[in-house]
């Protein structure tokens, strides 16, 4: 029987293995094959993602993005379609005047505060910008109202930029799988960056968001119907695991299989 360590030997011990336990959690748990494939599939899956707010031009994804937070896209979509109708330049929507924006958008969360904003932000578009959008991220996180995570995703959507906008399904991915973890959206949003081959970088933002919001969901991850099921080192995974992808039918951007042709 071997004989208790004492508190001593026990001490150098853990002393001796804490080195090689915090290299570990610092290597990578993917292998940057295990990412291109699943990126790859990703790809596969959905073509040519799209985000799902509603906009006409850059001006108006960038007022869309500004509603959106803490509120969902269907939620926004369903005032902004009469709003962009009529206010679809930094001018017209100065035009309307607070009481009047804030008509269309009181269905909103927190609609008071980001009527004040989208109006400063058309002044200061008017101002600083001669009223377009500018395709910079400094410039954009300079106007009342939006942070980095607004301007990724009108540089990514409205400019083909491949920036990476790291909402709570972004996040959530990040940390679950271990893709890249973080404490902070810019720290999942720089490890995503690191590992995200460059080819796939453009859709990435959407692949992860719509996998995030219909597949790998907050509470109960749809596992049986992932398609990195067996890529995937998630402790969360559950239930059975698909067999590799082969061939996979691509899907809407709302989850659903597409039709196949007839
Ligand atoms: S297997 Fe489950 S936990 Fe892993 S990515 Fe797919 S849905 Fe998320």
Redesign the pocket.
Request: aromatic letters at 0%; one cysteine or more; hydrophobic letters at 40%.
């Given at each position: 029987m071997q004989k208790p360590k004492s508190k001593v030997a026990a001490r150098s011990a853990a002393r001796a293995v804490a080195p090689r336990v915090r290299a570990a959690a610092r290597r990578p748990r993917y292998g940057q094959a295990e990412v291109r494939e699943i990126f790859r599939r990703f790809a596969v899956q959905r073509p040519e993602p799209k985000g799902e707010l509603e906009h006409v031009n850059a001006f108006t994804l960038l007022v869309a993005v500004v509603l959106s937070a803490q509120a969902t896209d269907a939620g926004v979509n369903k005032a902004t379609r009469p709003l962009f109708a009529v206010a679809d330049t930094p001018q017209k929507m100065l035009a309307l005047g607070e009481a009047r924006l804030g008509d269309y958008v009181k269905t909103i969360g927190l609609w008071r505060n980001k009527t004040k904003n989208v109006l400063a932000l058309c002044e200061a578009l008017i101002r600083d910008h001669g009223g377009a959008v500018p395709a910079d991220r400094d410039a954009l996180t300079k106007l009342p109202g939006v942070g980095r995570k607004t301007a990724n995703v009108v540089l990514n959507i409205a400019f083909g930029q491949p920036t990476l906008a790291v909402d709570t399904h972004v996040f959530r991915?990040g940390n679950?799988?271990g893709l890249a973890p973080g404490k902070t959206p810019e720290e999942v949003e720089a490890a995503f960056l690191r590992i995200i081959p460059a080819e796939y970088l453009r859709h990435a933002h959407h692949w992860l968001i719509l996998?995030g919001r219909y597949?790998?969901k907050a509470r109960k991850?749809?596992?049986a119907a992932?398609v990195?099921?067996d890529l995937?080192k998630?402790a969360?995974?559950?239930g059975a695991?698909p067999a590799p992808l082969v061939e996979l039918a691509p899907l809407s951007a709302d989850g659903a299989a597409d039709e196949p042709a007839s």
């Open positions: 991915i679950r799988l996998h597949v790998c991850p749809e596992c992932c990195i099921a995937c998630a969360e995974k559950t695991i």
